[in-house]
């Protein structure tokens, strides 16, 4: 069929916030070591026009909300070929501990990330 795993898509995103995290100056192995914790609470994706295989592709990622306990993602995936979308959707993860537990104060990754969209 030839066409890109749907599923794959959701990795795409992954690698765009990774990427866009980079970008600001800090790695997820960062964060770990500073004892916050990104997991995924809830996730989307509405699949536009398809991929394949051996398409190059272009993931950009905002971060559209933000509070002191979550974080949310906005990704879009394009072929770079003719710049078509082919998905779009978004992630939301909570800040937590190394034992899970919700952090509600005291959150240094929120707080650095609102100091660097203030930069945009």
């Given at each position: 069929?030839?066409?890109?795993?749907?599923?794959?898509?959701?990795?795409?995103?992954?690698?765009?916030?990774?990427?866009?995290?980079?970008?600001?100056?800090?790695?997820?192995r960062?964060?770990?070591?500073?004892?916050?914790?990104?997991?995924?609470?809830?996730?989307?994706?509405?699949?536009?026009?398809?991929?394949?295989?051996?398409?190059?592709?272009?993931?950009?990622?905002?971060?559209?909300?933000?509070?002191?306990?979550?974080?949310t993602?906005?990704?879009?995936?394009?072929?770079?070929?003719?710049?078509?979308?082919?998905?779009?959707g978004?992630?939301?993860?909570?800040?937590?501990?190394?034992?899970?537990?919700?952090?509600?104060?005291?959150?240094?990754l929120?707080?650095?990330?609102?100091?660097?969209?203030?930069?945009?």
């Open positions: 069929m030839g066409v890109a795993y749907y599923g794959r898509y959701l990795d795409w995103f992954e690698m765009g916030r990774t990427e866009l995290c980079r970008a600001f100056g800090k790695t997820y960062d964060w770990e070591a500073e004892g916050v914790m990104l997991p995924v609470v809830e996730a989307n994706c509405r699949y536009r026009s398809p991929l394949f295989y051996d398409d190059v592709i272009c993931v950009e990622t905002t971060v559209t909300a933000l509070t002191t306990v979550s974080v993602f906005q990704c879009r995936v394009t072929r770079e070929s003719d710049g078509r979308l082919a998905a779009e978004w992630t939301r993860h909570a800040f937590v501990n190394p034992q899970g537990k919700l952090l509600r104060k005291g959150n240094p929120a707080d650095w990330l609102k100091e660097q969209l203030a930069y945009l």
